[in-house]
């Protein structure tokens, strides 16, 4: 025997102990003797100079018979970013159905004098990431229409649906105020986050205004921008600090010109989400001619002792994905893989409870759950490791179920027209013919989905990049020469070599 065959031999040992972990891909211990022309064009685009110190993995399978037509680094973990979402939503699709609704529902005390309730009202809230202002006006609306113009005792808030912790692994690696890292609670509205608006003053010199929406008690600013005349160029900075009572307090200074009508926005994380979803409901209820006496407080509801007034059914599951994944909002995963946690392992939802999910999924289509690393659902920061290949048979099992892959194929991006991806792979084979999720990180850059060949084979693909220096658009160069490969792919032309899949249960 060869000392190369003997190597090759030893290394595949190896991997299947788990140990090896230096980098090389699955196909590498193929024999590569006469690699197909899908393997040749592939590996030169691998062999670019950008990717010399960059961590890649690429995995290619058909989804006719998951056959693997590449692999480079496939089956090593990766930081997936984003792509974390596409694991998310397929459980929370397989165990919930396309059709499940988020309900919130509003009780109030049963004794009633006219049309003031002697006693409290009550919001049982069930984790719906999709309620928004316009949406509690509804429930307001529908409070007034039930008869009630007062509430002599509190608005009591029952989130026990999740536990109260608002913030899940990955936040602390965060610094600042953004959106995309906002809290996360049973009752939450507006992706718990508010928007704060700067318009010129009245006359050059005087102060800028500021509109919070919405505008509850949680919300302060200090605004210090002046007006100057037409013609000048507006320069504002914006501030967030967290007050003492865990409420947001933004500061404006710099200046903005008169004729600056439309004025600049920004929207920023909040901290305490039922309270702020409470206020913001309170507020809505005063516009609708509906006054609480009391105060917002959390408990839980005793069903018996209520009568129901008002209900909020979201959109389905199904729907809600598709927002999700097109545009890649942490906030809703989050809230799905708690909503999936507390539906599938009982309540309250929990970040543990969701990765014990996400685990059964992974072990129920094949994959041994312990060979990732899970921490969050949406995949934000370093806190979560899924393999190329995992993608890719995940993206192959949701495909082949009739009842999900409509819903599951129809959330991705589509190459040049919609979500994350739709001003990439211009000009491209892949535009109209490839459907992806993005993900982005500092030092990281992922696409993984579909691609239809230029023969309609449908391949399921995985490119993940780890560690990374300089602009994420060289990444995404790369990511979207692979996609223009894919797209005019003819399968027939690697008839005669492509190989077999290796077997998931191996990992």
Known sequence: MTFPHMLKQYLVIFFVFGEFVAGISYAALADTSDPTPL???????????????????????????????????????????????????????????????????????RAMAGRTVKGDLYVEARGDPTLTTENLFGLANQIALAGVSAVQGNLVIDDTFFDQVTEGPGWDQEVGDHAYNAPISAFSVNFNTFVARVIPGDRPGARAKISLWP???????????????????????????????????????????????????????????????????????????????????????????????????????????????????????????????????GRPGTWEKGQIVLKRFLSEIGIKPNRVVLGNGSGLNDVNRLTPEQ????????????????????????????????????????????????????????????????????????????????????????????GAILAQHRYHDDLATTSSSPKLEAQ
Do not use: C
Request: positive net charge; hydrophobic residues 40%; proline residues 3%.
């Open 39 to 109: 393997d040749r064009e592939l590996r030169s685009v691998l062999n670019s100079p950008v990717l010399e110190r960059v961590l890649t993995g690429v995995h290619v399978r058909r989804l006719s018979d998951g056959k693997t037509l590449f692999s480079h680094n496939g089956r090593r973990l990766f930081n997936p970013a984003s792509n974390m979402k596409l694991l998310t939503t397929a459980a929370a699709l397989w165990y919930l159905g396309p059709s499940y609704r988020f309900r919130t529902q509003v009780r109030r005390s």
């Open 391 to 482: 993608i890719t048979h995940i993206l192959q099992v949701m495909h082949s179920r009739f009842e999900l892959a409509p819903e599951y194929v129809s959330s991705l991006g589509v190459a040049g027209e919609s979500g994350t991806i739709s001003a990439r792979f211009e000009d491209t084979a892949a535009v109209s013919r490839l459907r992806a999720k993005t993900g982005t990180l500092t030092g990281v850059s992922a696409l993984s989905g579909y691609v239809a060949t230029i023969d309609d084979e449908l391949l399921a693909f995985s490119v993940i990049m780890n560690n990374y220096r300089g602009r994420a658009r060289t990444m995404w160069n790369i990511q979207e020469r692979i």
């Open 215 to 345: 505008p509850v008690e949680s919300l302060s600013s200090e605004v210090t921008a002046v007006t100057r005349g037409k013609n000048t160029r507006t320069r504002l900075w914006f501030g967030t600090s967290r007050r003492p009572d865990d409420g947001v307090r933004i500061t404006v200074r710099g200046h903005i010109a008169k004729d600056d009508t439309r004025g600049r926005s920004l929207r920023r994380r909040i901290h305490k989400p039922t309270q702020f979803a409470g206020e913001a409901l309170r507020y809505l209820l005063k516009i609708r001619g509906v006054k609480i006496e009391g105060k917002i407080v959390q408990a839980s509801i005793d069903e018996q002792r209520t009568t129901l007034v008002a209900r909020r059914v979201s959109r389905p599951l199904g729907a809600i994905v598709s927002t999700l994944n097109k545009y890649s909002n942490n906030f809703i995963a989050e809230q799905i893989l708690k909503t999936l946690a507390a539906e599938v392992e």
